[in-house]
């Protein structure tokens, strides 16, 4: 008596407590998001600021700056496109093969329901009456109604199933005809949005090839395009306390500094500066140069949250994992950024498309590690 009782107790208290918990979670959930705006409105400030410097150095950044910016829309609308294409390619195949299915029904049922007509017209139109007839024992003309009745029924019903399923594959195969169009038209798109993406890397290397006639030596290169040590550390303090008290919200939450030689390659491919040795344009690599094909997915070496997805002069468009504990990955160098800041990222998780943006002769990937700012060997850190 004791155990039912304490059973009703439980059973009646459950939903109270679901009750009072979700108000709960509602409150933690408008905290969180809060918070989360409070932390992208700091950190486009941040990025506003760092805007605001580089266009005081000069003209050369802002040129390639709204060069590059034009390559990124360009990639992302063409992105949009390719996954709404996937998208309908797969509904398409599903409506194929609803179509196949109900055909495939189809034909069993016009053998079974020709069978019924045949045997219809085999008794004629009277079929009744000669059922009737045909009976030796009144006793029978009960039973053999109630056959005919059922028989006429199951006739009846067979028929509208049929034309039920004629018309529902009448309605699928003008879908597959509409889907097919629409395919159609996202293909030339596709095709349109590749054509300004072309236009737009051959806008970028225009402007490049300015930039580079106005300097007649190296130095003045760097000095214009060149990466500010001083500026990327900034940036990365305002960055590291920006996101310092904003919570994990990953699955796979170990310590960063658990992950040695653990962590996936942000791209496959060929090393053309390791750490320490020198970059294309001279200066000293302080992560990795990696050559990639324009267009290649760019991805998270471990997990994270956004923390910069914007360009930045020396690095062009450029993406900042922030990893807790003072631990970043810097991707640069890219075409398109494909995360928002405040956006929570998994291992593998594509964040950018490779590029070569900032003032790069090549599409190739410049990949850092830093802990507190200062720059870490990758290789150790990275899967053999």
């Known amino acids: 008596m004791r155990t039912a009782a304490l059973l009703l107790m439980l059973a009646l208290a459950a939903p109270v407590a679901l009750a009072q918990g979700a108000p709960e979670r509602a409150q933690k959930e408008a905290a969180a998001q809060k918070r989360l705006d409070a932390l992208r409105a700091q950190i486009k400030a941040i990025a506003n600021e760092q805007r605001g410097l580089e266009s005081e150095r000069g003209d050369a950044a802002k040129a390639l700056r709204a060069a590059d910016g034009k390559v990124n829309e360009a990639v992302r609308a063409l992105r949009r496109t390719e996954a709404g294409i996937a998208t309908q390619e797969l509904e398409l195949q599903q409506l194929e093969a609803k179509k196949l299915a109900l055909e495939a029904g189809l034909s069993e049922q016009r053998e079974a329901l020709a069978a019924l007509v045949r045997s219809a017209y085999a008794l004629g139109r009277h079929e009744q009456l000669k059922l009737l007839l045909a009976q030796d024992r009144m006793s029978d003309l009960a039973r053999v109604l109630a056959y005919h009745r059922y028989f006429q029924a199951d006739r009846q019903q067979r028929i509208t199933g049929l034309l039920a399923e004629l018309r529902e594959l009448a309605a699928v195969a003008q879908q597959i005809v509409d889907q097919r169009q629409i395919l159609e038209a996202a293909r030339l798109q596709q095709q349109t949005e590749l054509d300004a993406l072309e236009a737009q890397r051959g806008e970028r290397a225009g402007v490049l090839a300015t930039v580079e006639a106005q300097f007649k030596d190296r130095a003045a290169r760097l000095a214009a395009l060149g990466r500010d040590e001083k500026a990327v550390l900034r940036l990365l303090e305002q960055l590291r306390d920006a996101v310092a008290d904003i919570p994990r919200q990953v699955d796979d939450n170990r310590p960063f500094a658990t992950r040695r030689g653990q962590l996936g390659r942000p791209l496959a491919g060929t090393a053309l500066a390791a750490f320490g040795g020198r970059l294309p344009d001279g200066r000293t690599s302080d992560g990795l140069l990696i050559a990639g094909t324009a ?20 690095y062009g468009l450029l993406t900042i994992v922030d990893h807790g504990d003072g631990w970043m990955s810097l991707y ?53």
Do not use: C, H, M
């Open 295 to 314: 267009g290649a997915e760019v991805r998270a070496v471990a997990p994270g949250r956004i923390a910069y997805s914007d360009w930045l002069k020396g």
């Open 332 to 384: 640069a160098f890219n075409d398109a950024l494909l995360k928002d800041v405040g956006d929570w990222v998994r291992s593998g998780e594509p964040l950018a498309t490779v590029g070569s943006s900032g003032g790069q002769g090549r599409p190739a990937l410049y990949f850092e590690l830093r802990r507190n700012g200062q720059p870490q060997d990758p290789k150790p850190w990275l899967r053999p």
